[in-house]
């Protein structure tokens, strides 16, 4: 029993597990090197399946890597442009023409400025806390200007009651002389 215990003390003492970071999917790539080995081999047919499946695999890659897939349609479209000649040599104009025009042809991969947008987010974050501590500020401001008018306001409710205690002791005073005074003539007058 003690050791069980132990156990879940043990276990709560620990500090939880980070959770894991989303993993990017790996994209499987045609390699250059298998595509220089058909081109080497002369095989117009393997030739156009590798350059169709790379093609797809550039799709693909954009989605997930646009600067990996712009560095792979670089590196594929320079082993297609130096070897033109041996490839035109044993596929000729047909099937495979078609699919290293393609391939060659594909759009201009754009890959996205991360140091432009992380720029950008700072930008609107400092104007957030900008913003946020004129707001702050401001409140204060009225908060300040509240708390002088409450400070006048109660000042000025001493002075108005000072001035009734001080008027009532007054009227006190002048009634209690009056009333000394009416009995002095009183008791003078009997």
Known sequence: MAA????????????????????????????????????EAADSTQLSSLLTEAQAKIE???????AKAKDYLAAIQTLLKENADKIKAFAGTGAVASVIDAVNNLPAIEVPDVAAAAEEAADKAAEGVKDAAEAVQDAAAEKVEDAKAAVNDAANAAVDKANEVKDAAAEKAAGAIDDAANKLKGAIGQ
């Open 4 to 39: 069980v215990a132990m156990t879940f003390t043990a276990c709560k003492n620990e500090a939880p597990a980070p959770a894991p970071e989303p993993e990017t999917p790996e994209v499987e790539l045609v390699s250059t090197d298998s595509i220089a080995a058909v081109i």
């Open 60 to 66: 693909e890659l954009t989605k997930i890597d646009p």
